[in-house]
């Protein structure tokens, strides 16, 4: 598992994570904690460099006493985060599927298949970067996780809810 001050899982970049005007970042979370916002655990994030954050995250962080999923992007040159979502109520020490989607237009969190938070974006490109993936943290050292994380996804394209449901439902 993971500790939630040092250990993260590196994933070297490569264009199958260079996602473009639509994503689906997706896992089975099993949290032992969830810090209060502004901190978060991240479940996965490729964002960096420290001074110029770019790129895609989804993290959990408990604002005003709700443990929630939270998921953030930007287009590059802008600051972080540019656009973000929050919903659902995580509970800690029980495995849920945690989602995040961006269909060209909407930005959306899924928990255990069922949409719990959406805004509008609109159609924009999310910010290529050459950071890492990491599951647990980021490119630089921030935000651990502590617990477990099962069965992570990135995927190019925008999962309809069916294609959630399904994936919580296997």
């Keep these: 598992g993971f500790n939630g001050t040092t250990a993260a899982v590196r994933i070297p970049d490569s264009p199958t994570l260079d996602?473009?005007?639509?994503?689906?970042?997706?896992?089975?979370?099993?949290?032992?904690?969830?810090?209060?916002?502004?901190?978060?655990?991240?479940?996965?994030?490729k964002v960096g460099p420290i001074g110029?954050?770019?790129?895609?995250?989804?993290?959990?962080?408990?604002?005003?006493?709700?443990?929630k999923i939270w998921c953030g992007f930007n287009t590059g040159g802008n600051n972080w985060p540019q656009y973000n979502v929050t919903g659902g109520n995580i509970p800690v020490g029980?495995?849920?599927?945690?989602?995040?989607?961006y269909d060209h237009n909407?930005?959306?969190?899924?928990?255990?298949?069922?949409q719990v938070g959406s805004t509008t974006v609109g159609p924009v490109t999310v910010a290529n970067t050459t950071s890492n993936l990491k599951l647990g943290s980021d490119d630089v050292a921030q935000q651990?996780?502590?617990?477990?994380?099962d069965e992570p996804m990135v995927v190019g394209r925008s999962l309809s809810s069916n294609e959630l449901r399904s994936l919580y439902e296997a």
């Design 94 to 101: 029980e495995w849920t599927y945690v989602a995040c989607s």
């Design 106 to 114: 909407a930005l959306a969190v899924h928990q255990d298949g069922e």
């Design 144 to 149: 651990f996780y502590s617990g477990l994380i």
């Design 52 to 67: 110029n954050l770019n790129g895609y995250q989804m993290a959990v962080t408990n604002i005003s006493g709700t443990n």
């Design 19 to 45: 996602v473009t005007t639509e994503f689906t970042l997706g896992a089975w979370i099993k949290p032992a904690a969830i810090p209060v916002y502004p901190n978060g655990a991240l479940v996965m994030s």
